[in-house]
């Protein structure tokens, strides 16, 4: 299989020093594509900045932006079978991009209007057919049933549930869930070995 793979934050400028981002690693999602081209797959790897070296094996394309990541992703995915979303897109960018930095006024706040970005994973899956879609829900507290509501609302085939704990840390705990409700739990383990065990789990009976 051709995977396209999303992985790492993204970053949403605010001028030309100053952007928007959140914890994620890109952990997660290289050993996800390590673990995809040790069982034979291609992997397409979209990546936000990480201090990670990438998959030799993999065609990486680096990206910033929320809407660099999209772009980047629907060149590569009418040549793939399969999209797994593992990046941790920021929801919002700042509304302006200021070319000159942005300049502090004494004793005077500061507020930032954000617009959304595109929702990368539901935009390839809406089209998908039959194609395999995978995403990521990241959520604080008992998140079963806003994952299985993005599975439904992103139009995937599985979700893997994580807490915001796991975001930048080594180790993790993931529960898996197909679209009809089966769940799987695995970990708590180091990445590198989830990634390999999701990869069972999700691509086993698919043919590289
Ligand atoms: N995702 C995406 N593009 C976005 C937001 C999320 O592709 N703009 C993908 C992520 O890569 C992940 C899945 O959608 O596979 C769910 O991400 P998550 O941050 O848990 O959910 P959101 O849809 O952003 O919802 P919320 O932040 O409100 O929980």
């Not at 995915?77 to 942005?102: E, F, I, N, Q």
Request: charged share 25%; aromatic share 4%.
């Amino acid at each position: 299989m051709r995977v396209l793979l999303t992985a790492g934050p993204t970053r949403e400028p605010l001028d030309p020093v100053r952007f928007l981002s959140n914890r994620s690693s890109g952990r997660m999602g290289y050993a996800l594509a390590r673990a995809l081209l040790a069982e034979g797959h291609q992997v397409v790897l979209v990546t936000g900045p990480t201090a990670l070296r990438p998959p030799a094996k993999a065609k990486v394309v680096p990206v910033e932006t929320a809407e660099d990541m999209l772009a980047a992703c629907r060149r590569h995915w009418s040549d793939c079978d399969a999209v797994v979303g593992v990046a941790a897109v920021a929801d919002y960018r700042p509304a302006r991009h200021s070319g000159d930095k942005l300049k502090r006024t004494e004793g005077q706040g500061l507020s930032l209007e954000l617009v959304p970005n595109p929702d990368i994973l539901a935009t390839l899956a809406k089209d998908k057919g039959g194609r395999l879609a995978v995403g990521f829900a990241l959520e604080s507290g008992d998140g079963k049933v806003e994952a299985l509501r993005k599975l439904r609302a992103k139009n995937l085939d599985f979700v893997v549930l994580n807490g915001p704990e796991a975001q930048g840390a080594e180790q993790a705990s993931l529960r898996v869930f197909d679209a009809i409700g089966k769940e799987r739990h695995l970990g708590p383990a180091r990445k590198p070995t989830l990634a390999k065990q999701l990869v069972r789990w999700i691509f086993g009976r698919i043919p590289a």
